[in-house]
Protein backbone atom coordinates (compact mmCIF):
# COMPACT_ATOMS: atom_id res chain seq x y z
CA UNK A 1 0.00 0.00 0.00
CA UNK A 2 1.29 3.49 -0.90
CA UNK A 3 1.98 5.80 1.78
CA UNK A 4 0.25 9.35 1.58
CA UNK A 5 0.54 12.25 0.27
CA UNK A 6 0.32 14.08 3.28
CA UNK A 7 0.11 12.94 6.78
CA UNK A 8 -1.16 14.87 9.80
CA UNK A 9 -0.64 13.67 13.32
CA UNK A 10 -1.67 15.59 16.64
CA UNK A 11 -1.35 19.05 15.07
CA UNK A 12 -2.06 21.62 17.68
CA UNK A 13 -1.85 25.78 17.28
CA UNK A 14 -2.81 27.94 20.35
CA UNK A 15 -2.54 31.88 20.37
CA UNK A 16 -1.79 33.70 23.23
CA UNK A 17 -4.81 36.62 23.98
CA UNK A 18 -2.86 39.49 25.62
CA UNK A 19 -3.86 41.96 28.07
CA UNK A 20 -2.59 44.65 30.95
CA UNK A 21 -0.72 46.95 30.86
CA UNK A 22 2.72 44.65 29.90
CA UNK A 23 0.56 42.81 28.12
CA UNK A 24 1.07 39.59 29.18
CA UNK A 25 -0.42 36.41 28.41
CA UNK A 26 -3.66 36.08 30.16
CA UNK A 27 -5.30 32.85 27.85
CA UNK A 28 -5.32 30.77 24.47
CA UNK A 29 -7.02 30.52 21.85
CA UNK A 30 -7.01 26.50 21.19
CA UNK A 31 -7.55 27.44 17.61
CA UNK A 32 -6.19 23.60 16.07
CA UNK A 33 -6.20 21.12 19.21
CA UNK A 34 -5.50 17.77 17.82
CA UNK A 35 -6.08 17.56 13.89
CA UNK A 36 -5.09 13.85 12.54
CA UNK A 37 -5.86 12.98 9.07
CA UNK A 38 -4.35 11.74 5.80
CA UNK A 39 -4.62 12.94 2.15
CA UNK A 40 -3.90 10.60 -1.07
CA UNK A 41 -2.22 11.65 -4.50
CA UNK A 42 -5.18 12.83 -6.41
CA UNK A 43 -7.64 12.94 -4.17
CA UNK A 44 -9.90 15.94 -2.83
CA UNK A 45 -10.35 16.14 0.86
CA UNK A 46 -12.95 18.29 1.79
CA UNK A 47 -12.60 19.98 5.61
CA UNK A 48 -15.99 21.72 6.64
CA UNK A 49 -17.14 23.36 10.05
CA UNK A 50 -18.57 26.30 11.44
CA UNK A 51 -16.54 30.02 11.02
CA UNK A 52 -13.88 29.61 13.24
CA UNK A 53 -13.34 26.23 13.98
CA UNK A 54 -10.10 26.49 12.91
CA UNK A 55 -9.98 25.28 9.18
CA UNK A 56 -7.97 28.22 7.83
CA UNK A 57 -5.51 28.06 10.79
CA UNK A 58 -4.93 24.65 9.69
CA UNK A 59 -3.91 25.43 6.38
CA UNK A 60 -1.80 28.05 7.55
CA UNK A 61 0.24 25.63 9.81
CA UNK A 62 0.98 23.42 6.45
CA UNK A 63 1.93 25.86 4.35
CA UNK A 64 4.61 26.82 7.24
CA UNK A 65 2.92 30.30 7.47
CA UNK A 66 2.71 29.82 11.39
CA UNK A 67 4.44 27.16 13.28
CA UNK A 68 2.79 24.63 15.42
CA UNK A 69 2.83 23.95 19.43
CA UNK A 70 2.83 20.25 19.24
CA UNK A 71 2.79 17.52 16.03
CA UNK A 72 4.12 16.93 12.64
CA UNK A 73 2.97 16.81 9.29
CA UNK A 74 4.24 14.25 6.66
CA UNK A 75 4.77 15.40 3.14
CA UNK A 76 5.93 13.25 0.51
CA UNK A 77 7.69 11.52 3.53
CA UNK A 78 9.31 14.12 4.83
CA UNK A 79 8.53 16.32 7.87
CA UNK A 80 7.85 20.17 7.05
CA UNK A 81 8.78 20.91 10.03
CA UNK A 82 12.27 19.89 10.37
CA UNK A 83 13.03 21.31 6.63
CA UNK A 84 15.75 24.25 6.64
CA UNK A 85 15.14 26.93 4.62
CA UNK A 86 16.40 25.56 1.38
CA UNK A 87 14.56 22.17 1.35
CA UNK A 88 10.76 24.61 2.86
CA UNK A 89 12.05 26.65 -0.78
CA UNK A 90 11.46 23.08 -2.55
CA UNK A 91 8.61 22.70 -0.74
CA UNK A 92 6.53 25.98 -1.90
CA UNK A 93 6.47 24.84 -5.44
CA UNK A 94 5.18 21.28 -4.29
CA UNK A 95 2.64 22.73 -2.00
CA UNK A 96 0.58 25.98 -3.20
CA UNK A 97 -2.45 27.96 -1.67
CA UNK A 98 -5.67 29.68 -3.14
CA UNK A 99 -7.12 32.22 -1.05
CA UNK A 100 -10.48 33.10 0.26
CA UNK A 101 -10.64 36.54 -1.02
CA UNK A 102 -9.13 37.22 -4.20
CA UNK A 103 -9.79 40.79 -3.72
CA UNK A 104 -6.98 40.92 -1.30
CA UNK A 105 -4.97 38.64 -2.38
CA UNK A 106 -3.91 40.03 -5.25
CA UNK A 107 -1.19 42.81 -5.12
CA UNK A 108 -3.17 46.11 -6.86
CA UNK A 109 -0.10 47.46 -7.64
CA UNK A 110 1.41 44.46 -9.94
CA UNK A 111 0.33 43.34 -13.39
CA UNK A 112 -1.24 40.24 -14.00
CA UNK A 113 2.68 38.96 -15.55
CA UNK A 114 3.87 40.07 -12.44
CA UNK A 115 1.55 37.94 -10.02
CA UNK A 116 1.42 34.85 -12.05
CA UNK A 117 5.05 35.20 -12.41
CA UNK A 118 6.06 36.19 -9.15
CA UNK A 119 6.90 32.69 -7.72
CA UNK A 120 9.38 32.11 -10.96
CA UNK A 121 11.23 34.83 -10.13
CA UNK A 122 11.43 33.70 -6.45
CA UNK A 123 12.37 29.87 -7.50
CA UNK A 124 15.14 31.33 -10.26
CA UNK A 125 16.25 29.64 -13.15
CA UNK A 126 14.45 31.26 -16.13
CA UNK A 127 14.66 34.03 -18.45
CA UNK A 128 12.17 36.57 -18.39
CA UNK A 129 10.54 36.11 -21.95
CA UNK A 130 10.23 32.48 -21.02
CA UNK A 131 8.75 33.14 -17.47
CA UNK A 132 6.19 35.37 -19.66
CA UNK A 133 5.12 32.28 -22.32
CA UNK A 134 4.27 30.25 -18.96
CA UNK A 135 1.92 32.72 -17.94
CA UNK A 136 0.45 33.35 -20.66
CA UNK A 137 0.20 29.47 -20.82
CA UNK A 138 -1.37 29.59 -17.58
CA UNK A 139 -3.80 31.74 -18.06
CA UNK A 140 -5.59 30.27 -20.88
CA UNK A 141 -5.37 27.12 -18.77
CA UNK A 142 -8.03 29.06 -16.16
CA UNK A 143 -9.76 30.28 -19.07
CA UNK A 144 -7.66 33.75 -19.70
CA UNK A 145 -5.58 35.12 -22.55
CA UNK A 146 -2.44 36.80 -23.08
CA UNK A 147 -4.87 40.05 -23.85
CA UNK A 148 -4.92 40.18 -19.97
CA UNK A 149 -1.51 40.05 -19.35
CA UNK A 150 -0.47 43.70 -18.65
CA UNK A 151 -4.07 44.61 -16.83
CA UNK A 152 -4.45 45.50 -12.89
CA UNK A 153 -6.11 43.34 -10.71
CA UNK A 154 -8.99 46.41 -10.60
CA UNK A 155 -9.69 45.51 -13.90
CA UNK A 156 -11.11 42.20 -13.52
CA UNK A 157 -14.25 40.51 -11.97
CA UNK A 158 -14.11 38.72 -8.88
CA UNK A 159 -14.24 35.22 -10.49
CA UNK A 160 -11.39 36.55 -13.00
CA UNK A 161 -9.67 37.75 -9.80
CA UNK A 162 -9.82 34.02 -8.52
CA UNK A 163 -8.52 32.63 -12.00
CA UNK A 164 -5.68 34.54 -11.56
CA UNK A 165 -5.26 33.21 -8.00
CA UNK A 166 -5.81 29.86 -9.43
CA UNK A 167 -3.13 30.09 -12.17
CA UNK A 168 -0.80 31.46 -9.74
CA UNK A 169 -1.21 28.78 -7.74
CA UNK A 170 -0.41 26.20 -10.48
CA UNK A 171 3.03 28.38 -11.72
CA UNK A 172 5.40 25.61 -10.04
CA UNK A 173 3.35 22.47 -10.73
CA UNK A 174 2.36 21.47 -7.37
CA UNK A 175 1.40 18.30 -5.99
CA UNK A 176 -1.08 19.73 -3.07
CA UNK A 177 -2.92 22.79 -3.45
CA UNK A 178 -4.83 24.26 -0.38
CA UNK A 179 -7.93 25.86 -1.20
CA UNK A 180 -9.22 28.20 1.23
CA UNK A 181 -13.41 28.46 0.14
CA UNK A 182 -12.25 29.84 -2.69
CA UNK A 183 -15.54 30.61 -4.51
CA UNK A 184 -17.60 31.97 -1.04
CA UNK A 185 -16.79 35.54 -2.44
CA UNK A 186 -17.88 35.10 -5.38
CA UNK A 187 -21.85 35.35 -7.04
CA UNK A 188 -23.75 32.52 -7.15
CA UNK A 189 -23.56 32.44 -11.17
CA UNK A 190 -19.97 32.26 -11.00
CA UNK A 191 -18.79 29.45 -8.22
CA UNK A 192 -20.16 27.10 -10.56
CA UNK A 193 -17.53 28.00 -13.68
CA UNK A 194 -14.74 28.18 -10.65
CA UNK A 195 -15.73 24.87 -9.10
CA UNK A 196 -16.04 23.35 -12.81
CA UNK A 197 -12.83 24.78 -13.32
CA UNK A 198 -11.08 23.51 -10.27
CA UNK A 199 -12.24 19.75 -11.08
CA UNK A 200 -10.48 20.32 -14.36
CA UNK A 201 -7.44 21.34 -13.52
CA UNK A 202 -7.84 18.57 -10.87
CA UNK A 203 -8.02 15.76 -13.74
CA UNK A 204 -5.60 17.37 -15.93
CA UNK A 205 -2.65 18.11 -13.59
CA UNK A 206 -3.35 14.70 -10.98
CA UNK A 207 -3.81 17.39 -8.53
CA UNK A 208 -4.58 16.40 -4.77
CA UNK A 209 -6.73 19.35 -3.35
CA UNK A 210 -7.35 19.89 0.70
CA UNK A 211 -11.05 21.97 0.11
CA UNK A 212 -11.50 24.09 3.25
CA UNK A 213 -15.83 25.14 2.88
CA UNK A 214 -18.20 25.80 4.75
CA UNK A 215 -21.00 25.00 1.93
CA UNK A 216 -21.56 21.56 2.34
CA UNK A 217 -23.38 21.67 -1.03
CA UNK A 218 -19.99 22.43 -2.63
CA UNK A 219 -18.09 19.65 -0.45
CA UNK A 220 -20.53 17.23 -1.88
CA UNK A 221 -20.11 18.07 -5.37
CA UNK A 222 -16.52 17.98 -5.68
CA UNK A 223 -14.64 15.99 -2.67
CA UNK A 224 -14.07 12.63 -2.59
CA UNK A 225 -13.89 12.39 1.56
CA UNK A 226 -15.14 14.68 3.82
CA UNK A 227 -13.59 16.19 7.32
CA UNK A 228 -15.65 17.47 10.10
CA UNK A 229 -14.15 20.01 12.22
CA UNK A 230 -15.76 21.35 15.43
CA UNK A 231 -14.26 24.08 17.65
CA UNK A 232 -10.32 22.77 16.70
CA UNK A 233 -11.14 19.06 16.85
CA UNK A 234 -12.12 16.85 14.31
CA UNK A 235 -15.14 14.64 14.73
CA UNK A 236 -15.63 12.56 11.70
CA UNK A 237 -14.20 11.95 8.43
CA UNK A 238 -15.12 9.16 6.23
CA UNK A 239 -16.20 9.05 2.09
CA UNK A 240 -18.29 11.68 0.88
CA UNK A 241 -21.19 9.37 0.34
CA UNK A 242 -20.87 7.80 4.06
CA UNK A 243 -20.62 11.19 5.45
CA UNK A 244 -23.95 12.60 3.41
CA UNK A 245 -25.76 9.32 3.43
CA UNK A 246 -25.40 8.11 7.02
CA UNK A 247 -23.78 10.78 9.57
CA UNK A 248 -22.92 8.90 12.90
CA UNK A 249 -21.74 12.78 14.91
CA UNK A 250 -24.09 14.44 16.41
CA UNK A 251 -22.49 17.65 14.63
CA UNK A 252 -22.56 16.01 11.38
CA UNK A 253 -25.74 14.59 11.40
CA UNK A 254 -26.75 18.88 12.26
CA UNK A 255 -24.99 19.71 9.35
CA UNK A 256 -26.02 17.83 7.02
CA UNK A 257 -29.88 18.64 8.19
CA UNK A 258 -29.41 22.01 7.27
CA UNK A 259 -28.06 21.56 3.21
CA UNK A 260 -31.08 22.67 1.18
CA UNK A 261 -32.96 19.62 -0.69
CA UNK A 262 -33.49 20.97 -4.32
CA UNK A 263 -36.70 18.57 -4.41
CA UNK A 264 -39.44 20.23 -3.08
CA UNK A 265 -41.26 16.93 -2.54
CA UNK A 266 -38.15 16.05 -0.41
CA UNK A 267 -39.11 16.36 3.10
CA UNK A 268 -36.24 16.46 6.01
CA UNK A 269 -35.58 17.23 9.89
CA UNK A 270 -34.11 20.03 10.32
CA UNK A 271 -31.46 20.05 13.84
CA UNK A 272 -31.38 22.78 15.48
CA UNK A 273 -28.51 22.56 17.86
CA UNK A 274 -29.41 24.63 21.11
CA UNK A 275 -26.95 27.10 22.38
CA UNK A 276 -24.19 28.85 20.61
CA UNK A 277 -20.20 27.95 20.33
CA UNK A 278 -18.71 27.89 22.98
CA UNK A 279 -15.08 29.95 23.03
CA UNK A 280 -11.98 28.74 22.10
CA UNK A 281 -10.79 30.66 24.70
CA UNK A 282 -12.03 28.45 27.43
CA UNK A 283 -13.45 25.12 25.50
CA UNK A 284 -15.86 22.69 27.45
CA UNK A 285 -14.10 19.76 29.07
CA UNK A 286 -14.92 16.08 28.01
CA UNK A 287 -16.43 16.24 24.10
CA UNK A 288 -16.63 19.81 22.85
CA UNK A 289 -19.78 19.43 21.26
CA UNK A 290 -21.89 18.09 24.17
CA UNK A 291 -23.03 21.33 25.84
CA UNK A 292 -25.34 21.46 22.63
CA UNK A 293 -26.02 18.09 22.01
CA UNK A 294 -29.49 16.63 22.07
CA UNK A 295 -27.82 12.91 22.82
CA UNK A 296 -25.15 13.94 25.28
CA UNK A 297 -24.82 11.45 28.36
CA UNK A 298 -22.57 12.30 31.80
CA UNK A 299 -19.08 10.35 30.43
CA UNK A 300 -19.47 13.27 27.63
CA UNK A 301 -18.58 16.37 29.97
CA UNK A 302 -15.99 14.04 31.72
CA UNK A 303 -14.13 12.58 29.22
CA UNK A 304 -12.33 13.40 25.33
CA UNK A 305 -13.72 10.96 23.01
CA UNK A 306 -10.63 10.01 20.97
CA UNK A 307 -10.72 10.73 16.86
CA UNK A 308 -11.43 6.20 16.07
CA UNK A 309 -11.46 4.63 13.40
CA UNK A 310 -14.87 2.38 13.39
CA UNK A 311 -14.94 0.75 9.78
CA UNK A 312 -12.86 0.69 6.87
CA UNK A 313 -11.92 4.45 6.30
CA UNK A 314 -14.64 5.74 8.14
CA UNK A 315 -13.75 7.85 12.00
CA UNK A 316 -15.51 9.62 14.75
CA UNK A 317 -14.97 11.20 18.06
CA UNK A 318 -18.60 10.26 19.92
CA UNK A 319 -18.43 8.62 22.16
CA UNK A 320 -22.43 7.69 21.52
CA UNK A 321 -20.61 5.61 18.41
Known amino acids: MSRPLLEVTNLKKHFPVRGGVLLRTV ?4 AVDGMSFTLDEEEILGLVGESGCGKTTVLRLLMRLI ?4 GSVMFQGNSIFDMKKDDLKLLRRRMAMVFQDPYSSLNPRMSVVDIVGEPFIIQGGISRIEREERVVGLLEKV ?5 HLNRYPHEFSGGEKQRIGIARALAQDPKLVLADEPVSSLDVSVRAQVLNLLKDLHEEFKLSYLYVSHDLAVVKHLCDRTLVMYLGKPVEMGSTREVYGDPIHPYTKALISAVPVMDPDTKRERIILRGSVPTPIDPPPGCRFHP ?13 PTFTQIEGGRFVACHLS
Open 27 to 30: AWIH
Open 143 to 147: GLSSF
Open 67 to 70: EPME
Open 292 to 304: RCSASRSICAKEE
